[in-house]
C-alpha cells in the first residue's frame, strides 16, 4: 500500500504533489524550497547558505512530521541554479547536517531554474528502520 502524506506545519506545496510518499518503509520526500512554512509568500533568504538552511529545516519539518530525521535519509537530490558559483560552499554547509561517515548516497545538479526563484531545492528518499511503522 502507498500512503501520501500531507505533513501540517511543512511549507505549502509550490505545485500538485504531496509532502512525501510511502511505500514499504521507503519515505519519499518532495524536493523542498527555502519557503517559510506559514508564509508561503515572504521574500526568500539571501544566499546560497541561508536558503540551504531553510530547505534543509523544510527537510526535517517533513521528515519529524513522518517520526524520522535526517539520519534516516538514504540518499539525496540537489539542485543549484547557479552550480559553479555555489557548489562549494553548499557542500561545506550540507555535510554539516550529517554524522561523520553517514552521508547519504547523493547528486547534485546545475539547472537553469527553479520554482519560487530558489537557488537551491532538495528531495529525498529515507527508509524507516526495521520493525518502526
Known amino acids: 500500500m502507498t500512503l501520501f502524506h500531507e505533513v501540517p506545519g511543512a511549507p505549502a506545496q509550490v505545485g500538485p504533489f504531496s509532502h512525501a510518499t510511502e511505500a514499504d518503509g521507503w519515505v519519499i520526500l518532495t524536493g523542498q524550497m527555502p519557503t517559510v512554512p506559514g508564509a508561503p509568500d515572504a521574500p526568500l533568504a539571501q544566499g546560497i547558505a541561508a536558503q540551504t538552511r531553510q530547505v534543509i529545516a523544510n527537510l526535517e519539518t517533513v521528515l519529524t512530521g513522518l517520526g524520522l530525521g535526517l ?17 562549494d560552499a553548499f ?7 550529517f554524522a561523520p561517515g553517514r552521508l547519504p548516497a547523493r547528486t ?10 530558489a537557488l537551491v531545492e532538495i528531495d529525498c528518499v529515507a527508509r524507516r528502520p526495521e520493525g518502526a511503522a
Not at 539520519?71 to 557548489?87: G, K, M, N, P, S
Not at 557542500?91 to 547536517?97: E, G, I, V
Open 108 to 117: 547534485t545538479v546545475g539547472v537553469t531554474a527553479l520554482a519560487v526563484g
Open 71 to 87: 539520519a534516516d535519509i538514504v540518499q539525496c537530490r540537489c539542485y543549484l541554479t547557479e552550480f559553479e558559483r555555489d557548489f
Open 91 to 97: 557542500n561545506t554547509l550540507y555535510k554539516s547536517y
